[in-house]
């Protein structure tokens, strides 16, 4: 079974109802920061009735000549053949991001305040997600915890692991 880009794209999930707390200025985590270079996660899908789909996700990120940020992604649901994506990033201003992300119906927007980046795009229709990845103290490892909603009432939960194998 193949899976829909519509899976594919609640894969990148949304923020974590409990408070997240940011770490010190020093430590600020921006597209750049987090994904330039490679990296790996692996992380649990759940949607709906509480079905969880294990995957893995290969990343490759890199500052583009125009100033964008590219990410492309490969990512394996267990079992599945593999599927590609890309996200494009465009600072706004200070700690705020706009761009897009392949196989989404909406805008990416996205805001970084300490240790944290926080992303919020509409996946199709009423499908919204809100997705907090949190750099933690290593430097190396990403906390990324989502939620996604259907007019507004919580119907997926992520949660990833990343490895980031080249530091910026």
């Not at 600072?91 to 909406?106: E, F, I, R, W």
């Not at 795009?121 to 906390?143: E, F, N, S």
Request: charged share 15%.
């Amino acid at each position: 079974m193949k899976f829909s880009s519509l899976t594919m794209a609640l894969l990148v999930a949304c923020s974590n109802s409990s408070p997240l707390q940011a770490q010190s200025p020093h430590e600020v985590f921006t597209p750049q920061a987090g994904f330039d270079g490679s990296s790996e996660g692996n992380g649990t899908l759940t949607l709906f009735f509480g079905r969880q789909r294990p995957f893995h996700v290969v990343s490759h990120g890199h500052q583009a000549s125009d100033g964008t940020f590219r990410l492309d992604q490969t990512i394996t649901f267990q079992g599945h053949a593999p599927q590609d994506r890309s996200w494009v990033l465009t600072t706004v201003s200070g700690n705020d991001y706009s761009g897009t992300l392949s196989g989404v119906a909406g805008i990416v927007t996205g805001h970084t305040e300490g240790n944290l980046l926080m992303l919020h795009y509409r996946v199709k229709g009423p499908l919204v997600m809100h997705q907090t990845l949190k750099l933690m103290a290593d430097g190396k490892t990403i906390d990324n915890v989502g939620t996604i909603t259907l007019l507004g009432i919580p119907v997926g939960h992520l949660h990833e692991t990343i490895d980031r194998k080249h530091s910026p």
